[in-house]
């Protein structure tokens, strides 16, 4: 049974730049047959998938962020990790990280959510 | 991007009652479309794939159907742990993206 973990601060200063962590165990990042996803979900809203990774490198991310956002693979830690820059209160929210199963990519493992707030 | 609209955006029901949420897209997404359930405080679960494809573990009383731009996902007789908000989700192209997510209460 693949587990996901995110790790990060919870505390990010506006315009610095957001890092997380998706520790995954029970199943590897080198699996060709899921994409590695960000989603995140602001307080009572909906949820937003922020982009993708393939084990091979290969990012994919959504036009709202794509200019801030950064998703890569370490295969070797078996974790894949996101970066947005220049955030602002705006990027305040819960972020999971999730496995899709391909060929349609359909999320069906996610981690637990780590809330992270965009405040001076 | 390709827009889901979900409906009702909240919905009051009693135990055993039999419940219907509709997702529509903006354009055909064949059947790329996918149901979960989120309850307070916990991440999103998949219960259906592929449109009707239940996943594994998911009790048999939860269905989906349709195809292009009208899905549905049926409960057939509403359980206490039930009472949770759902998403659909497009996987036809990127973005993929989540309807705003119908949130089912106690009556």
């Known amino acids: 049974q693949v587990q996901l973990q995110e790790s990060g601060p919870g505390l990010v200063k506006p315009s610095q730049t957001l890092s997380l962590t998706c520790n995954v165990s029970g199943g590897s990042v080198s699996s060709g047959n899921y994409y590695w996803s960000w989603i995140r979900q602001p307080a009572g809203k909906g949820l937003e998938w922020i982009g993708r990774i393939y084990s091979s490198g290969s990012a994919s991310y959504n036009p709202s962020l794509k200019s801030r956002v950064t998703i890569s693979v370490d295969t070797s830690k078996n974790q894949f990790s996101l970066k947005v820059t220049s955030v602002t209160a705006a990027d305040t929210a819960v972020y999971y990280c999730a496995r899709a199963l391909l060929p349609n990519p359909t999320f069906d493992s996610w981690g637990q959510g780590t809330l992270v707030t965009v405040s001076s | 991007d390709i827009q889901m609209t979900q409906s009702p955006s909240s919905l009051s029901a009693s135990i055993g009652d039999r419940v219907t949420i509709t997702c529509r897209a903006s354009?055909?997404?064949?059947?790329?479309l996918n149901w979960y359930q989120q309850k307070l405080g916990q991440a999103p679960k998949l219960l259906i794939h592929a449109a009707s494809t239940l996943q594994s573990g998911v009790p048999s009383s939860f269905s989906g159907s349709g195809s292009g731009t009208d899905f549905t996902l049926t409960i057939s007789s509403l359980q206490p742990e039930d009472f949770a908000t759902y998403y659909c989700?497009?996987?036809?192209?990127?973005?993929?993206?989540f309807g705003q997510g119908t949130k089912l209460e106690i009556k």
């Open positions: 354009q055909s997404i064949t059947t790329y």
């Open positions: 989700q497009q996987s036809y192209s990127t973005p993929y993206t």
